[in-house]
Nanobody
């Protein structure tokens, strides 16, 4: 079994910054992609940013230039540095890991974290 534990959410004023962390633990041989999704009230969950084991990144257009995703593969940890935050960035942020191999022969499609609340408000 694999667990994803997020930290770093909270309340911040518009223009402020937050850094989210997500650590994967358990029986892990490799993880292809780790990323962050968010869900605002009344809206669907959407991709914010993702990074592969090779270092390729993908960002939602709405966060490009403001958010930076990074990954420490040795620690199975992914970070999301969020700068110039806006009220529309408010939501629950979920960590996601895709294509996890618990052994060289066993692959699981994805795991989700429990979510961390980010609120941008004055």
């Amino acid at each position: 079994q694999v667990q994803l534990v997020e930290s770093g959410g909270g309340l911040v004023q518009p223009g402020g910054s937050l850094r989210l962390s997500c650590a994967a633990s358990g029986s892990i041989f490799s993880i292809t992609s780790m990323g962050w999704y968010r869900q605002a009230p009344g809206k669907q969950r959407e991709l914010v940013a993702a990074v592969t084991s090779g270092g390729s990144t993908n960002y939602a257009d709405s966060v490009k230039g403001r958010f930076t995703i990074s990954r420490d593969s040795a620690k199975n940890t992914v970070y999301l540095q969020m700068n110039s935050l806006r009220p529309e960035d408010t939501g629950v942020y979920y960590c996601n890991a895709k294509n996890i191999r618990t052994t060289p022969a066993v692959r699981v499609y994805e795991y989700w974290g429990q979510g961390t609340q980010v609120t941008v408000s004055s």
